[in-house]
């Protein structure tokens, strides 16, 4: 039998799939270059009739504002620059405090949701799904203007026993004054994590060795805790408290928070709170509960399973989630222009964006520092996770 | 013989040492491990831990909850017209909340400052919007095909018709500077989800693409949009997008804010919708191409019901998030509920220690009841679908 030729006759261009791909990927390309296009002349035509000027320059500007929170330094002479990073700042900080206290409460609440105790499991569960449901915009207000708007007026401050004072202008704490041998403290606290660390790792390359645990809770906090006390303690205590005093119209002295910070702060710390409960919950729900029986039946006291079984599994499930939560914690900080703190987007995207009405510069600065947060933070966790997974076979 | 069966007899009649032949004493009854007070042993007072924290959340809600009543309902206002009312008398020292301030504003609160003959407007909105919500929520309603037509293309049109006012027809124009309160809270969370779903499906088919540059494209945006903040893409919409466009558009105010919360939502309902065209087995698309369908075919008959079937406990869940951010719009100058109750707060009319309270308490009670009541219908579908998917 002789062998059929087969040929197969040739599509049209128009019905052959990689082609098609081809002109559709063209297509999309050519439509994103002309918006593009048409968008920076539309820009530059708009900007050319306000007379806006373009490019960076105005970053070594005089700002001539005034910022209520600086922690670095800062004047009304300043450039525009030294305001961007003032702002970051004032960001940083109160988006790294935020997640410190969020993930400290919102373990906590978590862990009560799973209680055996029914009363503090259903707390848990009022609390999470009340503050989750209301905007945090609302819940920020709320505190700033019903709350700390509220407090008495300077006369009448509300003394806090240590030597503070809370009313509507804030919180005045007493200032810690380092004099120059406290920093023999210091160092003392450098060199006694240095040596927890150390200890750390040769008590466990000891345990894996030979089997014997060694006593690596009460060693680690004697040397980062109790090496640098014994060191203040010899040079007799170099510290002392710069305790606010109050007058008739105006507290002097001492550390001020204002009102917008710790209403910012609870605002964020409280919501985020709730959004970890849930991650946390959900984590050590995914442990199996014959991890917990077989550490039983190994003999694991009730503690032990907890930190050396259950956590380690919990925290695999755990921290991803929880790295978004963070990230939102800070995008959330944005809402600080709502009630007048001082953050990058107040500072920037608000007053800089005013004054010198480059709104284009302006906002893509700010957008690329949050989207640089949270590209990093996602590669970390990418890296972390990497390393954490678990290795099939 | 005898002898040995007589000495057998009594040892049995006597028994061995360790038989018991007296019957012991009963014991105490146990716990009680049901009924109220075996209830009470085992959720609140197991262990010494747990009676302290039993006692601890008892005071908790003992210092927390009565007072909240005697502010909330015992000592509340709920008649009156002015601060006046809201101000401690004599005969009324103690003032709680001043619900008279929220009865007289709920027309602000409602409408904002849109005309008051044209509200009726607004009520035919919320009435037709309540349909489309129903349509689409319950699950087993008939056409629900017609449904979907209605509330994404119907809907919004006969919606944007009325709302803003179309003079040939006989509906005069109501300019959106004049919209507010909880009608400008509902607009944008509902133009935000009618927009956001379709894009955000287009977006996450295009992450899976075969196609290079159709990939990238949606890479870039959701990653773009999910790493800046909410208030940062209302800036930019609100500052850059008159820029970007030639002076004569000139986009309204709202429509801005419109667009940025649209694109924002999109790329959060993107990765939602991804997550479930992921979890349809490989097995689906290569049947659905086995069997001749197309690319769009595939999609629309074969994975999309599927995985958008999954997918809605999610959508619901971003849909509140949406909701809640739908609070943001303040800062592209629009009065949404949320700012209506800020701004009638500091009325000198109605300027009390109490007013504040009063109205963020308010508008808590709304979003919680919206919210709420999304995430029980969220778990309800989830629910919903395990089971049908056990049989």
């Avoid at chain 1, 914690?329 to 007048?340: D, E, F, P």
């Avoid at chain 2, 601060?83 to 709680?96: A, W, Y």
């Avoid at chain 2, 619900?99 to 909105?125: H, K, L, S």
Wanted: hydrophobic share 55%.
């Amino acid at each position: 039998m002789a062998a059929v030729e087969i040929t197969r006759p040739k599509t049209p261009l128009i019905y052959n799939p990689k082609a098609r791909g081809i002109a559709y990927q063209a297509v999309l390309c050519a439509v994103i270059v002309f918006l593009t296009w048409s968008a920076i002349q539309n820009a530059a035509d708009n900007l050319a009739r306000a007379k806006i000027a373009t490019g960076f320059g105005f970053w070594e500007g005089t700002a001539g504002f005034d910022i209520s929170q600086t922690l670095i330094e800062y004047s009304t002479t300043s450039t525009y620059g030294r305001a961007f990073w003032v702002g970051l700042i004032n960001t940083l900080v109160v988006a790294g405090l935020g997640v410190v206290f969020a993930t400290i409460l919102g373990f906590l609440i978590g862990i009560a949701r799973l209680s055996k105790n029914w009363l503090v499991a259903r707390m848990a569960g009022f609390y999470v799904e009340i503050i989750r449901n209301i905007p945090l915009l609302l819940q920020l207000l709320f505190w700033y203007n019903a709350v700390l708007k509220a407090l008495p007026a300077i006369r009448e401050s509300l003394v806090i026993p240590g030597g503070g004072f809370l009313n509507n202008r804030g919180l005045f704490l007493p200032q810690p004054v380092f004099e120059p041998s406290s920093r023999f403290a210091l160092i003392a606290l450098g060199l006694g994590i240095v040596a927890a660390i150390a200890y750390r790792l040769w008590a466990k390359r000891r345990q894996m060795l030979t089997g014997q645990q060694a006593p690596v809770l009460w060693v680690t906090i004697g040397l980062v805790i109790g090496l640098p006390l014994a060191v203040l303690a010899l040079s007799g205590f170099p510290i002392s408290f710069n305790y606010p005093e109050a007058g008739r119209f105006n507290i002097r002295g001492g550390m001020e928070v204002l009102p917008e910070f710790m209403a910012l702060l609870f605002g964020l710390v409280i919501y985020t709170a709730a959004f970890i409960a849930e991650v946390v919950r959900a984590g050590i729900l995914a442990v199996a509960k014959g991890q917990t029986e077989a550490a039983y039946s190994v003999g694991l006291r009730p503690g032990q399973t907890l930190r050396l079984v259950v956590i380690p599994q919990a925290m695999r499930v755990i921290i991803p989630p929880l790295t978004s939560q963070y990230l939102n914690l800070t995008k959330n900080s944005t809402l600080a222009v709502a009630i007048g703190y001082p953050d990058l987007v107040q500072i920037f995207a608000g007053t800089v964006l005013n004054q010198t009405g480059q709104a284009v510069e302006v906002i893509v600065i700010t957008m690329a520092v949050y989207l640089t947060i949270s590209l990093v933070t996602s590669a970390l966790m990418n890296l972390y996770n990497r390393r954490m997974a678990l290795v099939e076979r | 013989m005898s002898d040995f069966a007589t000495r057998t007899d009594a040892a049995l009649m006597e028994g061995p040492a360790f038989v018991r032949t007296k019957p012991l004493a009963p014991l105490p009854p146990p716990l009680a491990e049901s009924g109220a007070v075996g209830w009470l042993r085992k959720n609140l007072f197991s262990s010494t831990l747990n009676v302290a924290l039993t006692i601890v959340c008892a005071l908790l809600i003992i210092w927390i909850v009565p007072p909240l009543v005697k502010f909330l309902i015992i000592d509340a206002v709920w008649d009156g017209s002015s601060r006046v009312d809201c101000l401690p008398r004599p005969d009324h020292p103690e003032i709680g909340a001043c619900w008279a301030f929220v009865i007289d504003r709920i027309n602000f609160f409602t409408y904002g400052f849109y005309p008051i003959d044209e509200r009726w407007r607004v009520n035919v909105f919320f009435a037709l919007l309540a349909v489309g919500v129903v349509w689409m929520a319950w699950l087993d309603a008939p056409r629900r095909d017609l449904g979907v037509i209605y509330f994404f293309v119907l809907m919004p049109a006969a919606s944007f018709i009325l709302l803003l006012g179309w003079p040939l027809i006989g509906l005069s124009k109501v300019e959106t500077t004049s919209w507010g309160g909880v009608l400008v809270t509902v607009v944008v969370a509902s133009v935000g989800i009618v927009f956001s779903l379709p894009i955000g499906i287009m977006l996450a088919l295009g992450r899976r693409s075969r196609m290079p540059a159709v990939r990238l494209f949606s890479v870039i945006f959701i990653e773009f949009v999910r790493g800046v903040p909410l208030i940062t893409v209302l800036f930019m919409a609100s500052v850059m997008l008159p820029l970007f466009v030639p002076e004569t558009w000139s986009p309204d105010k709202l429509l801005r804010a419109l667009i940025g919360v649209s694109l924002f939502a999109a790329a959060y309902m993107a990765e939602v919708v991804r997550a479930g065209l992921q979890a349809i087995p490989k097995g689906q698309y290569e049947a659905a191409f086995a069997v001749g369908l197309s690319y769009w075919k595939t999609m629309r008959f074969v994975i999309l019901p599927q995985a958008l079937k999954i997918t809605i406990p999610n959508i619901v869940n971003t849909t509140i998030g949406l909701f809640k951010d739908t609070t943001l719009v303040f800062i592209v100058g629009i009065f949404d509920f949320l700012m209506t109750v800020e701004a009638s707060r500091v009325d000198p009319n109605w300027a009390t220690p109490v007013t504040a309270p009063s109205g963020f308490v308010f508008a808590a009670i709304f979003y919680l009841i919206f919210c709420y009541g999304m995430s029980r219908y969220a778990r309800f579908v989830e629910v919903h679908l395990a089971a049908g998917d056990r049989h």
